[in-house]
């Protein structure tokens, strides 16, 4: 291929991902899917190899890309197959996160796979949001081992019905599933439709031509890192069980073209949830050099293929079963991205940021008794600042990129009113380049409420980097009492929870 046959044949292959996509958020009926954005859909060729992915969540898919090999090469598949699974140590990455995968054959022979991951905000928890300070798998819902849904395009309704079964609201969940089986019909068709246009040979070309080019990319990315060993340490606040200050410990060994990314040293697998099978590790880790990467790097195997992960098993970062995990995707993922970044910081201080706000401040809720309901959302926060500007106020950063729910969803669909959605201003760390404020949201509940919080950055500050200063440290209050960072309890009508989420670090000394 040559370079414009390249870049179209990569371009189509994202269409196919972006079209998944709008199937899946339009047809969805959650909010959590819906409103907030919260899935991510993606192609890969026929051993698990990512091939594309849109734009969505990038610890969906930093942790699809990691465990699809092994997912795929399990079993023999069949035209019109549909597998299901949410398995954190099967190639999920927590019970809210279900993932549909789908093979694509033409003429007989299978070329690849579709698969979509959408977060669903209940899974069966006791706890309602399905995001519980828990301590072990089970606690956190039903645990969905790779299964036929759809066995040669027949359903199998026992599986299907036990899963919605399990939930609270059986028709919204019925919905949501069904949208996600419809993403992957599209992509099926589609993908189907380019391998037959373009020939099975052609098509396999144009995969190896794709990823000899991200790899040379990244290749010219990772040699531009000066050989050395570079360390760094961050910390968790806790882990909801009454562990505090959990190092997460990176050593980075750069040689030319390769990189190794070292964990050891890190927090041993915890009692709490913020443990992480190693897929979500490797997420992290992964969207930190793509960071790095030109824009137009692909998004496929070759842009990471010289990117070697060691983690020891049976530390918090590659925890073994039946460690609990649900924060471990959504909080202990963006202080492994902090960690990266700080330890590459030191060899290219003026391409890397200060930390953000380091918390996707998750936010569960819902109620235990009739008429039951259930919601989670993920709040931004601040940016951290660089030396090419500061640091945007009130946004999702790093492993997370899904919306806000609006004022209006939020009250139209549940017992709640929202009092106050605005900037944390001067929350920022001061520098020539300050960080991003976060942002404060406050709720009244108008029901009583089952409610969760599982947050960082309320011990340790987000940190400046080249003598910037660190960021405000985020706070959690019911009523102006201060709570901690990771907490169930049970909200009266009338009471009010206010989560200030943390400001981003600066870049060098304000002048």
Same mark, same amino acid.
């Given at each position: 291929?040559?370079?414009? =046959? ?7 292959? %994202? ?123 089970? *606690? %956190?819902?039903?645990?969905? !081992? ?14 299907? *019905? ?40 052609? /098509? ?8 000899? /080019? ?57 009692? @709490? ?13 992964? /969207? ?19 990117? %070697? ?21 959504? *909080? ?31 936010? !569960?809720? @819902? ?8 919601? /989670? ?10 030396? =090419? ?58 029901? =009583? ?6 947050? =960082? ?17 985020? *706070? ?36």
């Amino acid at each position: 291929m040559d370079a414009i =046959e390249l870049s179209l044949f990569a371009s189509r292959m %994202e269409a196919v991902c972006e079209e998944m996509g709008a199937v899946l958020q339009r047809a969805a009926l959650s909010p959590n899917i819906r409103d907030r954005l919260d899935f991510s859909c993606a192609v890969f060729d026929a051993e698990g190899a990512l091939c594309a992915q849109a734009a969505h969540i990038p610890v969906h898919l930093g942790s699809m890309a990691y465990a699809m090999g092994d997912i795929v090469g399990a079993r023999d598949w069949r035209e019109g197959d549909v597998l299901i699974l949410n398995d954190p140590f099967l190639g999920g990455t927590h019970l809210p996160d279900v993932t549909l995968v789908s093979p694509v054959f033409v003429a007989g022979h299978c070329t690849g796979f579709v698969a979509n991951r959408a977060h669903h905000a209940d899974i069966g928890c006791e706890s309602p949001g399905s995001m519980p300070v828990s301590r072990r798998l089970e *606690e %956190e819902g039903l645990v969905i !081992a790779p299964t036929l849904v759809v066995d040669a395009g027949e359903p199998v309704s026992e599986t299907f *019905e036990g899963i919605i079964g399990a939930t609270r609201s059986p028709h919204q969940s019925r919905g949501d599933f069904a949208a996600q089986l419809s993403a992957n019909r599209v992509g099926v068709q589609r993908l189907a439709e380019l391998v037959s246009r373009m020939g099975a040979g052609q /098509y396999e070309d144009g995969l190896t031509a794709l990823n000899g /080019y991200a790899r040379r990319l990244a290749g010219d990315t990772l040699a531009g890192i000066p050989d050395g060993d570079y360390s760094f340490t961050d910390w968790l606040d806790d882990d909801g069980a009454g562990n505090r200050d959990l190092p997460v410990r990176v050593r980075i060994r750069s040689r030319g073209a390769h990189v190794t990314v070292d964990f050891e040293g890190s927090a041993a697998q915890t009692e @709490g949830n913020v443990n992480c099978p190693l897929s979500v590790t490797a997420a992290a880790v992964i /969207y930190v050099f793509r960071c790095l990467m030109p824009d137009t790097t692909p998004a496929c195997a070759g842009s990471f293929a010289d990117i %070697e992960l060691q983690v020891p098993e049976g530390c918090m970062l590659n925890a073994r079963r039946p460690a609990a995990v649900a924060a471990g995707n959504v *909080e202990t993922s963006g202080r492994v991205v902090d960690a990266v970044m700080g330890a590459l910081a030191r060899a290219l201080p003026d391409q890397l940021a200060a930390a953000s706000h380091g918390s996707m401040n998750n936010l !569960a809720m @819902g109620a235990l008794e009739a008429p039951l309901w259930d919601y /989670y959302e993920t709040m931004g926060g601040g940016m951290g600042a660089g030396a =090419e500007g500061g640091g945007l106020d009130a946004v999702q950063t790093h492993m997370t990129n899904t919306l806000n729910t609006p004022v209006e969803v939020l009250e139209m669909n549940f017992p709640l009113r929202v009092h106050r959605y605005c900037i944390r201003r001067g929350s920022g760390g001061q520098g020539l380049r300050r960080g991003g404020d976060g942002i404060v949201r406050e709720l009244e509940f108008l029901r =009583e409420t089952s409610v969760t919080l599982l947050t =960082e950055r309320r011990r340790h500050a987000p940190w400046g980097l080249a003598g910037g200063a660190d960021g405000t440290r985020g *706070e959690n209050h019911l009523d102006g009492k201060v709570l901690p960072p990771k907490i169930q309890l049970r909200a009266q009508p009338g009471q009010r929870l206010t989560i200030a989420s943390a400001g981003g670090g600066g870049w060098k000394p304000a002048q």
